[in-house]
Nanobody, 129 residues
Framework: QVQLVESGGGSVQAGGSLRLSCLASGYTYRNGCMGWFRQAPGKKREGVAGIYFGGLSTVYDDSVKGRFTISHDSAENTVYLQMNSLKPEDTGMYYC??????????????????????WGQGTQVTVSS
């Protein structure tokens, strides 16, 4: 059974950094895909970053390119999201998600909410100006 547990959220000022972690118990596919999503109050959940374990290809939403980095530690079964130069518009609940293989790998992992089968409970990120 797959279980995803996020941690690392918090409150920071604009320009600050946070690193989110997602421990993925029971998700040990070498060709798996995982992603980070966020949802602000009153808005739809949106994809932020995705990673394909097989070739470590990554994809980012345009709003976070150059500021966020997704990575995977296979030994720890953990996916990270390093967030730098945070902006108030980055505020929201951040969720990690996993997709049952085979997952989209060309041109990169999907950031579509509907493609992912497993979800964590979320961790709150608040960025103040």
């Amino acid at each position: 059974q797959v279980q995803l547990v996020e941690s690392g959220g918090g409150s920071v000022q604009a320009g600050g950094s946070l690193r989110l972690s997602c421990l993925a118990s029971g998700y040990t596919y070498r060709n798996g895909c995982m992603g980070w999503f966020r949802q602000a109050p009153g808005k739809k959940r949106e994809g932020v970053a995705g990673i394909y374990f097989g070739g470590l290809s990554t994809v980012y939403d345009d709003s976070v390119k150059g500021r966020f980095t997704i990575s995977h530690d296979s030994a720890e079964n953990t996916v990270y999201l390093q967030m730098n130069s945070l902006k108030p518009e980055d505020t929201g609940m951040y969720y990690c998600a996993a997709e049952s293989p085979p997952c989209q790998v060309v041109p990169g992992p999907s950031l579509a909410v509907g493609e992912y089968n497993y979800w964590g409970q979320g961790t709150q990120v608040t960025v103040s100006s």
